[in-house]
């Protein structure tokens, strides 16, 4: 089984957009695409107003990669931010990121399964897309659970097992006929993902070839994951990597991806 240390490495080696970017790693540029990429992918063309509480507070951005979240967190107002990552190579960046768009915020080295912070400090943990990379989920939310004040929320995704991937067997033909066109995800050795025969290795290859841990979970896995600790508030779903396709695609069709066929399923919850 992969380890911790394994993670870390991965992600020190292969920082978010890293590899892929048409610009160096750390300019303007290279954050202000990132940015058009995560919104037209990750939303649609625009984020969904149930990733942010109406009540602000002390934030975690737990697991904050090259930091996307910060920035939009204060551009809504939020002045208490935190944001923590396994990887110091992806903190670098996420800092100067910070710092380019004027943001405040106070990065930490963490591993989300065993988090330095006290008891019931944070009023609301952000965890996007993380904890599917890590040795043991579970763990990992139930540490948020702990580091969360009670009647705090958290916003938490993982990869969804949605219509393509409980049905692989059935979409695989098209799947082979995209990559003959050229679909493909650059950089980290995911050349060939539409070839894949098997969903665990598709999920685990969506990040690098060398990616020692991706998960995905259906409905009732997630919320088997979620554990009795939190209330469920909303369930939503988003994200489709419309870059790996030949084509790019207009804007209403991003939206229609992104409604039908989401590879992220995220939840609001409330610690009880």
């Known amino acids: 089984m992969p380890t911790i240390d394994d993670v870390r490495n991965f992600w020190n080696a292969n920082p978010l957009w890293t590899g892929e970017a048409k610009f160096a790693p750390g300019t303007r540029e290279f954050y ?7 919104i037209e992918e990750g939303w649609g063309g625009e984020i969904d107003p149930l990733v942010f509480p109406e009540k602000r507070g002390k934030l975690l951005d737990l697991g904050c990669g090259i930091g996307f979240w910060p920035p939009q967190f204060w551009a809504r107002g939020w002045r208490d931010i935190t944001a923590a990552d396994l990887s110091p190579q992806s903190l670098n960046l996420a800092r ?6 004027g943001v405040q915020a106070d990065f930490r080295e963490e591993n989300a399964e065993n988090l330095s912070f006290p008891d019931e400090t944070f009023d609301h943990v952000h965890c ?12 990992a939310v139930r540490e948020i659970h702990r580091v969360l004040k009670v009647g705090g929320t958290a916003m938490i995704s993982v ?3 949605n219509l393509v991937l409980r049905n692989f067997g059935l979409f695989r033909p098209l799947a082979l006929a ?6 493909r995800l650059r950089g980290r050795g995911r050349e060939s993902i539409y070839s894949v025969p098997d969903v665990s290795e598709i999920v685990r290859l969506y990040d690098g ?5 991706g998960y995905a979970y259906d409905r009732r896995e997630f919320f088997e994951l979620l554990g009795p600790g939190f209330r469920v508030d909303h369930v939503f779903f988003h994200f489709f990597p419309a870059r790996s396709l030949p084509v790019r695609l207009p804007r209403f069709a991003l939206k229609w991806l992104d409604r039908s066929l989401p590879f992220l399923i995220h939840a609001r919850v409330t610690k009880l």
């Open 32 to 38: 202000d695409e990132h940015t058009r990429l995560c």
């Open 96 to 101: 100067s990121r910070a710092e380019i768009y």
């Open 128 to 139: 996007h897309g993380v904890v599917h990379h890590t040795t043991d989920p579970s763990k």
């Open 159 to 161: 990869y969804y097992k």
């Open 178 to 183: 995209l990559g003959r066109t050229g679909a």
């Open 209 to 213: 070839a060398a990616n020692p841990i």
